[in-house]
């Protein structure tokens, strides 16, 4: 009989460890034991995993003893400091922070597109993309496999729990006192109704889209547009890819959106594009609005895939694809692609 | 005593209606007779233009006979019907619906970017862009004047208004069974919240973007997106330009916002783009992210310009620029443009 590898989940009392607690439920047999970890203010909770109450342990050295694979799901303070310390273990760590998502010696992972990437880690740390790359990534992946990418444009529509639960209760704040009144036709009225305080937005993000997410970077870019960039030619192996990302806010709970142009090296047709897409693992296509089919986040919300619609040729050029996708940046976007890399690690460890 | 020309306003009665008897009031000297003209259900009502409360007519013959400009602001069917009618009259005609926008007898105009194109109307009628088209052209026009537009591809964030009042009522009702809730985290609890009655949008607009606004047309594109390319191009005097639209509505009031990313024939450089942008007729450039400033539709909405911000060169392609730009979708994307075109044509009587 073969041991069943042991997983840690550090960061499991946080929103994605609520999902990823989900999702290792559903995939019950992949695991020996599961060791929920958080900070020590959490240590002593229990939460229910596969059915079983687990007491959450402080995270430290001897929680980290005797495990296989930890899945992080902390800032990206916590991630640089105890990632390598789990790593120097000889536990796989699959960090979805921001901390190691660049570094050259540490890959960056979506099973769908390079899942191979996970056994070159020399750090003994893997890493899983930002919500924002993961939500359009599986989809332009399998188009680039097809078609050979060259350059992509994309405007984003994001969620506010991509900026966590402070996210999620300022858009709530905001909509209880929008809801029900004529806001949203004078200069400046939303903002004068939601107060100076807008939460972890730029602006009031309520009857509003804020065209604002992360820090300043060279250029007038934010760090997200850049991020975007980087990590998508990372993950597609892609080092020149031509990328120009708007990293937007909307006023919607949970399920990024991206308004995707893409171009090739090879024309492309739409007939095939839909072939390619409606196999690919991990996307469902949904296209064909005369009959009110495309994706949108609050049908896509809760869900695994990336849903892709919108799929259409440029008149004006024939290597070009439009096209829209939605995906839950709490699922794919964070624990579901940290559950799916876990796995494959998993996979060294049984049989 | 120079005389001054006669306006008559067809749609007086209705948002876009109200917005011009605004802006009327505010350019109380240019006109003569101010004459209101509804339909004929509308009739009688009086309405308040330059402090004067004013008589709506019904539309007809009569109502028209002795106008110089008259500015229809009606559905496409009844300006189909009536533009003609009064042009036939000698009444210059300023359309602001779809019916003659891509007539190549009929210019196609923004005063700040193509003001001359006015004198030339063979059948005595211009027309007035759709909004989205306004909430981006002035801007992109004078990019284009610096630099040479090659390409364009842009996404939208559209306001509801832009689908008239039914819009406006429709996100309104929606926010209402939504705030308040813990909805936006399941699959299609939004939907099942807000039931099966979208009013005019293909899927419910609060905590949600839809990809979808207007009609079905070739290749998966829908009608606004075409119609984007194909007024940009006409307005811009650029009939092969290259133009990927993706028309998107948001939950937002009113303001249309679109995320720009124009490639040029020429090198474009971010110092010189904001001088241009600063000092561009009808725009107000707002881009200093890292101090909060950029546009958000909540702070455009009632003012006159388009509002630019998140000017930056791509670092992949010296040729492009990405941009944001907010307008308030009944003011220069509906009225406003067409009392300016209005003004022009009244500058062919006076004086």
Known sequence: MTRKPALAVVGATGGAGAVLLQILSQHADVWGEIRLVASARSAGRKLVVRGEETEVLALGEEA???????????PEQVAAQWAPVAAAKGVVVVDTSSAFRMDPDVPLVVPEVNPHAVRLRPRGI???PHCVTLALIVAVGALHAEYGLSGLVV???QAVSGAGRAGVETLRAQLSLVAGTELGTGPGDVRRTVGEDTGP???????NVVPWSGEPADGGWSSEELGLREETRKVLGLPRLAVAAT???VPVVTTHSVSVHATFENEVEVARAHEILATAPGVVLLDDPAAGEFPTP???????PAWVGRVRRSPDDPYALDLFVCGDNLRKGSALNAAQIAELAAGEFSG
Chains 1, 2 share one sequence.
């Open 298 to 304: 609050a049908d896509a919300v809760g869900t695994d």
């Open 155 to 157: 405007s984003t529509y």
């Open 126 to 128: 893997v890493a899983s």
């Open 64 to 74: 980290l003893d005797g495990v296989d694979v930890a899945v992080f799901l902390v």
């Open 247 to 249: 990293c937007v806010r």
């Open 201 to 207: 937005f730029a602006a009031p993000v309520a009857l």
